[in-house]
């Protein structure tokens, strides 16, 4: 079934790749300059983490707000991005799907890019780290935030729960975590052929 199911999404990643429009594209602002961290990795150790606890967001807006930027930024980088169909399968299809769950909960409009939603909330924790809970407010403007304003600054210091995305954030962790143990114990993949044999491909990784 697994096997199907990544079939299925190369079919769907070369239906993208014979498009004429150039695929979106998204950057963190933390990471601007940084080539030795990668940019994916930690948002989905961070996100899953902040995710499945979800008490530490309680009345801290600015964490909430470097959440949703990393799965903004993971819904393009991971649908768009060459290498997640292999290393992340499974991830590349969960976490784009769970977009609409997080947009609805914060109120951010659903036709959106994700570096704009990305800038804004780059905004709004710069005014938090000033101590300026109104220029916070401010920088969530309408219609990219609805309704906006002080009301969405309140939404993201009391999140609610994000079941879907809390899943699809685990599951691309745990593809992470298994790529990690199989290139430290250097085992690779088992290629099952024909007659039910298997070949085990010593030494194989793939580029993380």
């Known amino acids: 079934m697994r096997r199907d199911r990544r079939v299925f999404l ?19 602002p933390e990471f601007r300059g940084f080539l030795s961290i990668d940019p ?20 801290q807006p600015w964490e909430t707000a470097r959440l949703v930027q990393a799965l903004e930024f993971l819904a393009i980088e991971l649908r768009n991005g060459p290498r997640w169909n292999v290393i992340l399968p499974m991830g590349q299809l969960a976490v784009p799907a769970a977009r609409r769950e997080w947009r609805d909960a914060f109120g951010i409009a ?41 009301e969405t600054l309140n939404r993201l ?22 790529q990690s143990f199989e290139r430290r114990s250097g085992h690779g993949f088992i290629v099952r052929l024909a007659h039910g044999e298997s070949i085990l491909k010593r030494g194989f990784s793939l580029p993380g």
């Open 10 to 28: 190369a079919g769907l990643i070369g239906l993208g790749a014979c498009s004429g429009t150039p695929p979106e594209v998204a950057r963190l």
């Open 110 to 150: 659903a036709d959106a890019r994700a570096q704009d939603v990305i800038d804004s909330l780059t905004e709004l924790r710069s005014a938090l780290a000033a101590r300026s809970p109104a220029g916070a407010a401010a920088a969530l403007r309408p219609p990219l935030f609805t309704p906006g304003g002080q």
């Open 157 to 178: 210091g009391d999140p609610p729960a994000l079941p879907r995305t809390t899943r699809a954030m685990l599951d691309a962790r745990y593809e992470l975590t298994s």
């Open 40 to 59: 994916v990795r930690y948002s989905i150790e961070q996100g899953a983490d902040m995710l499945t606890h979800p008490g530490r967001l309680t009345g």
